[in-house]
């Protein structure tokens, strides 16, 4: 199986492969966006540093493994947030996630980032699809695959661990995937 390149760009966004030492940065990051994550993604509701740690190490095997390639987003040569290519949606297809510290969203910075996974992510042997989840109830990550001329295909009850962790977050219960081919 092929792997993309350890370091991507898209206009105004340097992407690299996270790093063990990243440690400290990434903790940082998440720290400070936790309002602004832990709506959409259930992983921020139990942040820590050791869960910070878990991750690097996770990120370094799955990529090694060929499965999953995870980037730090940087820009102006900060660190900013996270996005990455995820072979979970069976043979042909990957799937895309990403995130940004809070004080750098509404840039336009996340859909340069994601367009630089999509055009490597196509440039793989064997990839026909890529695939973007969001929570339907978070329209800005659904405008960044609506930007990237991804098509909406369906809408799915969400994950249970999404309501589950806060009852007071906007989640509407519904999952919507979009695909480009």
């Known amino acids: 199986m092929e792997e993309p390149a350890e370091s991507l760009s898209s206009d105004q966004v340097e992407l690299r492969r996270w790093r063990m030492s990243d440690l400290d940065v990434l903790e940082r ?8 994550l832990a709506p959409w993604m259930p992983w921020a509701a ?8 878990d991750f690097l190490a996770r990120s370094r095997a799955e990529w090694e493994a060929r499965q999953v390639f995870c980037f730090a987003i940087t820009s102006d040569a900060a660190v900013i947030g996270s996005c990455g290519l995820f072979r979970r949606i069976g043979a042909g297809g990957l ?11 509404g840039r336009g910075l996340a859909t340069m980032a994601t367009a630089a996974l999509v055009g490597q992510g196509f440039q793989l042997a064997g990839i026909d699809r890529i695939k973007i989840h969001h929570d ?3 329209p800005v ?8 001329g991804f098509t909406e295909i ?6 249970s661990i999404v309501q589950r962790a806060q009852p007071s977050w906007p989640s509407t219960g519904l999952q919507s995937s979009a695909r480009r081919h």
């Open 29 to 36: 990051l998440i720290y400070e966006s936790l309002d602004h």
């Open 46 to 53: 139990d942040h820590g540093r050791q869960q910070t740690s």
């Open 95 to 105: 799937g895309i996630g990403y995130w940004l510290h809070s004080d750098w969203a």
């Open 136 to 138: 339907a109830a978070n």
């Open 141 to 148: 990550s659904g405008a960044i695959a609506l930007r990237l």
């Open 154 to 159: 369906e809408r799915t009850q969400a994950r």
